[in-house]
């Protein structure tokens, strides 16, 4: 008994079948709900030493596959084989076991369209009206929202609005604004059309306005202009936290920095540029081509990579470390830009194929929290799936007879097939 003792204690277990003294290991698994039931090749896991009220290890496991199983009525269940390794302890911990019917609130009973705000939906009934809570806003549909910012622009045919939804009784036409500061303050003449809006990075008073040739920022609080950057014919334009990137006709590059009032240009190198898209530092550009391949600048070492053909769409993690692309042929593939380590290892480079239910993939967007999740819109089903390469993959419908969905933070807020919008709580 006292060899026994001394053996266990070194983390050591003897294997009857062999007859030999061998290293264990572990198991740690940090789950979602907390009281979810936890089996082990087939077997309920009871003797639970806990660090928190969701996590548990198990220590002193023989090496070997084991299959892993989590659940919980009205829960989709989670399954994986983990692999325990002599002396090491394997981990899960982002499990996340998903409602089979998630609680929904309805927003609306019958509306056409809706966008999202810093302060909630704005929607479109059938008779092209904008409504925000009780208040009718003019224009007949939205040109531009963010989730973060707290104002919009809508537009009916012919002007566009700028409406701060404090105060969304107001409506200031933005085309009129625009131009005759633009003459009065910066002595340019003429009158020209507004091409894109985007909310300012790091200030709610103020709106970047480009045209065909130039960029400006517009500061509505003080109703002040300013031209950022002159384009040679604006092709794309994108935002990082501090720098505003616009490629003009010619393929350059301009890079306009937002806290030192400074431009770079960058030639390109490349042509028919369809989508631009920038890490949040602006460091790396991701660029679509129109004939499907996915480019890649690394402005810190200047050098243009390829990262994918036929390629129809693609999404970056916020954390700018993995990408998603959706392919022509209707598959989801996950580069990883960086190396990603935390229940697993992937080498930076590394591309990874995802498997998805058939059907037409039109939406993808990442999870923030849980971190190694994403959602995705498949034909009419909203999909919600792990990236744990390990097998199985975990994926299910979430909602079945969607039209569109948008995320504000974990709200998931869904345009059902019969005209309903409904609002679902992601945390559990």
């Given amino acids: 008994m006292a060899t026994y003792l001394l053996i266990s204690a070194q983390g050591l277990a003897l294997n009857f079948r062999h007859f030999k003294i061998i290293r264990t290991g572990g198991l740690y698994l940090k789950f979602e709900p907390s009281d979810a039931v936890i089996k082990i090749d087939g077997r309920i896991y009871k003797n639970k030493l806990r660090f928190g009220d969701n996590d548990i ?99 009916d045919r012919k002007n566009s609005f700028l409406i701060n939804l404090e105060t969304p009784t107001t409506a200031i036409n933005i085309d009129e604004l625009f131009n005759s500061l633009k003459q009065r303050q910066l002595a340019l003449p003429g009158i020209v059309p507004i091409k894109e809006f985007f909310a300012h990075p790091f200030s709610d008073s ?33 935002l990082s936290n501090a720098e505003i990137f616009a490629i003009d006709s010619a393929n350059n590059l301009i890079a306009a920095n937002l806290i030192l009032k400074r431009n770079a240009s960058t030639s390109l190198e490349i042509t028919d540029i369809n989508k631009m898209t920038p890490s949040r530092d602006g460091i790396k550009i991701f660029l679509l081509k129109k004939t499907g391949e996915l480019m890649m600048l690394d402005r810190s070492l200047q050098k243009l990579e390829k990262l994918g053909s036929d390629i129809k769409d693609f999404y970056l993690a916020s954390d700018g470390k993995r990408i998603a692309l959706i392919t022509e042929d209707q598959r989801l593939k996950i580069i990883y830009l960086e190396d990603y380590e935390l229940d697993f290892k992937i080498p930076a480079g590394s591309l990874s194929e995802i498997t998805m239910p058939n059907g037409t993939l039109t939406d993808f967007t990442w999870l923030v929290s849980p971190y190694n999740y994403f959602i995705a819109l498949v034909d009419d089903n909203l999909i919600i799936s792990e990236l744990d390469p390990r097998p199985p993959q975990n994926t299910h419908i979430l909602f079945s007879r969607v039209k569109k969905y948008l995320l504000d933070k974990n709200q998931l807020y869904i345009l059902k097939e019969n005209n309903e919008l409904i609002k679902a709580d992601l945390n559990i």
């Fill in 57 to 155: 290890y198990i220590k002193k496991i023989l090496p070997g596959n084991y299959q892993i199983l989590l659940s919980k009525d009205s829960y989709q269940n989670w399954q994986k084989e983990l692999i325990v390794k002599p002396g090491l302890v394997t981990s899960a911990r982002q499990v996340r076991l998903w409602p089979q019917n998630p609680k929904t609130q309805i927003i609306e009973e019958k509306i056409k369209d809706f966008w999202l705000t810093g302060r909630g939906p704005i929607y479109q009934n059938f008779d092209e009206l904008l409504q925000f809570k009780t208040n009718t806003l003019r224009g007949k549909k939205i040109r531009f929202s963010d989730s973060r910012s707290n104002f919009i622009i809508s537009e």
């Fill in 206 to 238: 103020k709106i970047v306005i480009a045209t065909q040739k130039a960029v400006y920022i517009l500061d509505f609080k003080k109703i002040e202009l300013e031209q950022l950057s002159t384009i040679d014919n604006l092709v794309a334009l994108n």
